[in-house]
């Protein structure tokens, strides 16, 4: 009997890549495919993929994708045999797979009791303990009062790392060196944690010193078998967030890699675990991978974002798997029949700004183009002309590589990256590609402070203006500025035919002077010259050297009259100067105005008006996409004026403080 026959249709409760990813396998397994969205993705690429599509909920998430109980009446009208969860949302949620079982829908996931036991990182320490797999020393238990995690803090010995025990992703975590900073990171963690997952408690452990994030990809099925997968080295993050993650991990032995598989696959059999999940060791990377170098952190009971790079290697699709799993068939090997082929790597491509300390980006797509080559992979969930909004998580794809050896796979997913084109938001590509090409990660040098250590090598600060791209587009202006003027004194000529000889180069065929050019440049002046030599325009911005790559720039129009200028994985927004759009209280302020980084909620304002503050000062916190952004006083100064109050949604570049002399 075929899958379709057990389970004819699937309703996938998320949005984005991972609906895309779902709905391709499942169709091509013959299942009917049901979406559902919020009024912001009513036109996403998910929506047109699926056999159909019901609303649920404007755009917030809790509103709608966080809306069991409204998902679960669709599924019911709808007639879904079973509902996928994809990552995050409701995923990992114990009384949504309750509620699915009780309405009499499978769950593809895990039974709701192996959630529940996983889900709190603090119970499932408890329980894999007993089982004998190691975890990292700390406390875990119930007590939440600050003075008490202060107290073990201290006890436990800096730095520390405050983590959520109710979910992943990097929110509600928080690496504390010293005593002193404590009470701010918790409450700041609590926060974090509170918005994306309801839940505030948290648990301290030790920060373990040059640590690589190692996981293990284990399945199971309703017959009693369990495997693993291999791994994946996921230790490329920010903000305990992942960058780039690979399989297998460097440095692994055969030694280590069984120790951890038969640690990850004891941990899923003593919850009773069926299906996808991943088992998230940390390991102690100083003196390389180490039987005795490694303890659990979590288990995630769902498919990870980083599953593609597993399929890369062992050739299988682990949706296909977790639906035959959820129709009860058996898995149909054991862990002798899990075979790796090669080596993958993933990269995040992400809607944010390197140069503005990774600030989320938001806008339309102006321009997006993926490569297609041997060995590549792109998984995505929009397409040009979509918007990158800024109620959901802002990844654009993910590029993932396979090749024969680690190189190979790396030099395969810098060549991709370099040939990806994304115009409008501003994106961490040109970061990408210089991490897939940074010689310490390439050497296998890496651990979960690779990046950090290594901000300005990769490109992750404030960088010089690109003259090149500047230029290309100065003469792109210039050149519509022509045309324009040509078309209106055609007009002019009680509409006669335009005469032959004018048309945008015919400027050329007289002499002409040197040209001024007063630009735009992500909001800053600057001044552009042409010259023309032999009918051939050379364009300079006086003290901006152009250097060499003006013919790698592309093109991509916004707005009219704006050009985004794209140049080794950078974006130049670049369009004619217009004295009447000037802001003039910002460009009078001295640089007393703080305003919203990127639109978001204003989640707490630490002054009032009248303080006086002190440069660096922390002023207040915007929340974006579930992470928190501190905005602190950039001189002395005292508050003459707010903007906005606590819990108020702000736009990017509203006012939030003022600051006078």
Known sequence: MSIAAKLPSVLIANRGE???????????????TIAVHSDADAEALFVQMADEAWRIGPAPARESYLDAQTILAVAKEAGAACIHPGYG???????FAEACAAAGIVFVGPPASAIRAMGLKDAAKALVEKAGVPVVPGYHGSRQEPDFLAAEAGRIGYPVLIKAVAGGGGKGMKKVDRPEDFAD??????????????DTRVLVEKYVLSPRHVEIQVFADGHGNVVHLYERDCS??????????????????????????????????AVGYVGAGTVEFIADGRDGLREDGFWFMEMNTRLQVEHPV?????????VELQLRVAAGEPLGFGQDGVRADGHAVEARLYA?????????????????????????????????????????DPMIAKVIAHGADRAQALDRLAAALGATVVAGPRTNLAFLKALAEAEGFRAGALDTGFIDRNMAALGAEPQPLDAAA???????????????GLLAAAERVDGEALSPWLHADAFSLMPRPPLGLPLTVDGERVEARIEWHEEQARVSLPGHPLGEGEHEVMLAQAEPGTYLALHRGRQSAVSLFDPFAVDLDAAADGGGVVKAPMHG???????????????????????????????TAPRDGTVTELGAKPGAQVAEGAKVVVLGE
Request: net charge negative; with cysteine; charged share 25%.
């Open 18 to 32: 991972i609906a895309c990813r779902v709905i391709r396998t499942a169709q091509r397994l013959g299942l009917r």
């Open 89 to 95: 949302f409701l995923s990992e949620n114990a009384e």
């Open 185 to 198: 990171a918790l409450a700041s963690a609590q926060r974090e944690a509170g918005n994306a997952f309801g």
């Open 236 to 269: 490329l993050q920010r903000r305990h967030q992942k960058v780039i993650e690979e399989a297998p991990a460097p440095g692994m032995t055969a030694q280590v890699r069984a120790a951890m598989g038969k640690a990850a696959t004891e941990a899923a059999r």
């Open 310 to 318: 597993t399929e890369a290697i062992t050739g299988l699709d682990l």
């Open 352 to 392: 944010e700004d390197p140069e503005k300390g990774f600030l989320p980006s938001t806008g339309k797509l102006w321009a997006l183009q993926f490569p297609h080559g041997e060995g590549i992979r792109i998984d995505t969930g929009v397409e040009a002309g979509d918007s990158v909004t800024p109620f959901y």
């Open 470 to 484: 500047i230029a290309a587009a100065a003469l792109q202006l210039e050149e519509d500025r022509q045309l324009a």
């Open 601 to 631: 909620k204003l989640v707490a304002l630490f002054v009032q008006q009248g303080d006086s503050v002190a440069k660096g000062q922390r002023l207040a916190i915007v929340e974006a996409m579930k992470m928190e952004h501190v905005l």
